[in-house]
Structure formats: C-alpha cells, structure tokens
C-alpha cells in the first residue's frame, strides 16, 4: 500500500512538476518570443526612423544643393551686373575723357590759329607803318620835286571843284605848304581859284615844310586842304589797316 502511494506520489509529482514545467516553459517561450517581437517591432522602427533620418538627410542634401545652385547663378548673375556696369562706367569716363580731350585739342588750336591770325595782322599792321617810311626814304630830292608838280598841278585842277562855303568871311590870309615852295605862279592860281569861289581876296603865304614829303596842304586856319604825298599814304594806309582789320575780325 505505502509502494503503490509512493509510487502514485511520485507518479503525481511528475504529473505535477510537468505541467508546472510546461507551464513555465509556455511562460518563458511567450516571454522571449514578445521580446523577440518587441526587439523586431524596435528594430523595424528603429530602421523606419533611419530611413526617414535619410530621406530628410538626403533632402537636407538637396535643398542645400539647391541653394547652393542659387547661391553660384545669383554670384554669376551679380558679377555680370558689375562688370557690365563697370565696363559702362569705363565707356563714359572714356568717352567724357575723350571729349574733353577734343574740346581742350580744340581749344589749343583756335587759341593758336588766333595767336597766328594776330601775329599776321601785327606783321601786315607794321607793313604798312614801314611802307610809308620806306617811300619817304626811298624817292630822291629830285623825284620828290618832280612828284610834287605833278601833285601841285592837279590840286590846282581838283581846287576848282572844291566847295569853299566852309571858309570863315573873318579867314583873311592862308598858307601853301609845300616841300621845295611854291611859285609865284602857284601862288597866283590859287589865289585867283580862292577870290573866284569866296567872292573876297586872301592874303596867301608859300612856306616849305620837309616833312610833308612831297605835295601841297593849303591853310586856313584850323581848316586845311591836304594833298600832300604824305597824307596820301596815311589815308591809304588807314584805309588799309581798316580792312586788314575786318578780314581778321571775319575770321574769328
């Protein structure tokens, strides 16, 4: 009896201790496979957490490229602006500097053509003077003599056609001047031109005067009649020095 409950006992007991080991193994393989499944369920979200780390990474990436991209284009867009604005800039201080330039070469050459008008004028100017004093130097004693009868003759021709209405009634006497001195036949003409125009006699005095190089100047008074050589030449040479005048003022 007591081997047959021993052996129920034992028999009982490992009934008993399989089941508790069965259970427990069910336990324990329950345990490690939801720790299985939680580790795979971590790890697959650990790799769902990585491949979006990538994707943003990689996005990251490419905005940042892009960017960059913009960044190169708007430096290269810049840079053209600067340099063309520049080169622009150069063109017009060139082109300003190159105007000026011309404006003070333009300048430089009126100012010279100008000192070259007046030296000319200046040089023409003093022609004149000298040519004056050059005929005076030049005609001999015996051709200003011959000169002068031929220039006292036609004062006494043109004297005829002179109006003397000028003449003051309280002019009684007058002068004839002349290089060498009139004669008495001058003298005579010319007071019998005088009597006939102003209606009353004149007292005439024949003086000679080197100066007037040859000629005559008849005076009365203030009022002188000039046909002298000499006043020929000046009023020539005025006349000249007038027009050499205006041919230069034409040409400014």
């Known amino acids: 009896m007591s081997g047959e409950l021993i052996i129920q006992f034992l028999v009982l007991t490992a009934i008993v201790s399989g089941g508790i080991i069965f259970a427990l193994h069910r336990?324990?393989?329950?345990?490690?496979?939801?720790a299985?499944?939680?580790?795979?369920?971590?790890?697959?979200?650990a790799r769902a957490r990585e491949a979006e780390l990538n994707r943003k990474i990689r996005q990251a990436?490419?905005?940042?490229?892009?960017r960059k991209r913009e960044l190169d284009a708007l430096?290269?867009?810049?840079?053209?602006?600067?340099?063309?604005?520049?080169?622009?800039?150069?063109?017009?201080?060139?082109?300003?500097?190159?105007?000026?330039?011309e404006?003070?070469?333009?300048?430089?050459?009126?100012a010279a053509e100008g000192i070259r008008r007046d030296i000319e004028k200046q040089m023409e100017l003093k022609i004149v003077d000298y040519s004056v004093k050059i005929i005076d130097e030049i005609l001999t004693k015996k051709a200003k003599a011959a000169l002068e009868r031929?220039?006292?003759?036609?004062?006494?021709?043109?004297?005829?056609?002179?109006?003397?209405?000028?003449?003051?009634?309280?002019?009684?006497?007058?002068?004839?001047?002349?290089?060498?001195?009139?004669?008495?036949?001058?003298?005579?003409?010319?007071?019998?031109i005088i009597r006939t125009k102003t209606g009353r006699e004149m007292t005439l005095t024949a003086k000679a005067e080197a100066?007037?190089?040859s000629g005559v100047v008849l005076k009365f008074g203030s009022l002188q009649l000039d046909a002298s050589l000499k006043t020929a030449i000046r009023d020539n040479a005025v006349a000249l020095k007038t027009l050499v005048e205006k041919s230069y003022q034409d040409k400014k």
């Open 36 to 45: 299985k499944m939680r580790l795979d369920r971590d790890a697959e979200a």
């Open 27 to 34: 336990v324990f393989v329950s345990s490690v496979e939801g």
């Open 75 to 101: 430096e290269l867009k810049m840079k053209g602006e600067l340099e063309a604005d520049a080169n622009k800039r150069k063109e017009e201080l060139v082109g300003k500097a190159r105007l000026e330039a």
């Open 211 to 213: 100066g007037h190089i």
């Open 150 to 192: 031929d220039l006292i003759d036609d004062f006494i021709a043109q004297l005829r056609e002179v109006d003397m209405s000028r003449i003051s009634t309280e002019i009684r006497q007058a002068d004839i001047v002349t290089v060498n001195g009139a004669t008495d036949a001058d003298v005579k003409q010319i007071s019998d």
């Open 103 to 110: 404006e003070i070469i333009i300048k430089a050459q009126n």
């Open 61 to 66: 990436d490419d905005e940042l490229a892009q």
